[in-house]
């Protein structure tokens, strides 16, 4: 199984990023796909899940809004579409696979099988 993370980079304050996540090797129907994120020297975060048939977003109060969780099962890709970015968006950011109906939670990492490299965002005012 590979989750490839790709579409960081530096902005400035104000603007956008798309980040996409290419999967292989697992049944991508049968997985929610979250995007986590962790900023130097703190844990890493939750920010963002849609489920395995697409149907529901949760996101971390810091990002509703203005993040966008997405899924394209013809492609095997979810993406993260990032608005009106600031600072404290920096951070690496992970995609990860959760198989439907396993783990506690949406919310914690252990819920999740897979992890993908990371991709860093860096967020300039």
């Known amino acids: 199984v590979q989750l490839q993370a790709c579409g960081g980079g530096m902005v400035q304050a104000g603007g956008s990023l798309r980040l996409s996540c290419a999967t292989s090797?697992?049944?991508?129907?049968?997985?929610?796909m979250g995007w986590f994120r962790q900023a130097p020297e703190k844990e890493r975060e939750f920010v963002a899940v849609?489920?395995?048939?697409?149907?529901?977003?949760y996101y971390a109060d810091s990002v509703r809004g203005r993040f966008t969780i997405s899924r394209d099962d013809a492609r095997n890709t979810v993406f993260l579409q990032m608005n009106s970015l600031k600072p404290e968006d920096t951070a690496v950011y992970y995609c990860?696979?959760?198989?439907?109906?396993?783990?506690?939670?949406?919310?914690?990492?252990?819920?999740?099988?897979?992890w993908g490299q990371g991709t860093q965002v860096t967020v300039s005012s």
């Open positions: 990860a696979a959760k198989l439907r109906y396993g783990g506690p939670s949406y919310y914690e990492k252990r819920s999740y099988m897979y």
């Open positions: 090797g697992l049944t991508f129907s049968n997985y929610d």
């Open positions: 849609i489920n395995w048939y697409g149907g529901r977003t």
